[in-house]
């Protein structure tokens, strides 16, 4: 039984705005009602809900939400992905770190290197670093999977290569939150 997969979202870039210039602090919170997890982004993102059967044909809910803008002269995007799912208290490494080569696959990572480690607070965190390019712009991706016990939170930044990760990135990936607790 596989709770972890979801939506793999092939044309991650469509509809950012990339021409938004920002400057480089958090400023707008994600955090769908019900959510385990926050993430701050640097301008208001792109949300979008989506409802996709699970493994089992039970309708599963996802709020994303996505960003795109111009830092310190370079394009950078954000994502972050709250999905409704019931997480075992035991994880297995191997069908999470399956599941974060689906998502590599599936988005059609360039260079895709997977893996699963622990954070300080022993829980599992998927991985992936890769590249992928939208039509103009080549990024430099990164996306971690952090599990809670009522969601999934995938989060997603990129700039490109010479610029990865970015002051923006970096501040992005050190906002999110787990019940109100700093993720590692």
């Known amino acids: 039984m596989d709770i972890f997969r979801s939506v793999i979202c092939v044309a991650f870039l469509v509809g950012a705005n990339v021409g938004l210039i920002m400057p480089v602090e958090a400023q707008v919170a994600f955090q769908p009602s019900g959510c385990e997890f ?17 493994e089992n044909g039970k309708p599963q809910t996802e709020t994303i939400a996505s960003l795109g803008v111009m830092l310190d002269g370079k394009p950078n995007f954000f994502r972050a992905e709250c999905i409704d799912a019931q997480v075992p208290a035991n994880v297995d490494e191997a069908l999470l770190q399956e599941d974060m080569q689906a998502i590599a696959t599936g988005n059609h990572l360039r260079k895709a290197i997977v893996w699963v480690e622990k954070s300080s607070g022993g829980e599992l965190v998927g991985r ?9 712009t080549t990024y430099q991706l990164e996306i971690r999977r952090y599990l809670g016990r009522h969601n999934i939170m995938d989060v997603w930044v990129g700039a490109p290569p010479e610029a990865f990760p970015s002051e923006g990135n970096l501040i992005f990936l050190k906002e999110l939150r787990r019940d109100g607790k700093p993720l590692d």
């Open 38 to 54: 926050r993430a701050v982004f640097v301008g208001a993102p792109d949300v979008k809900t989506a409802t996709m059967p699970d």
């Open 128 to 136: 992936i670093r890769g590249e992928v390019t939208d039509g103009v």
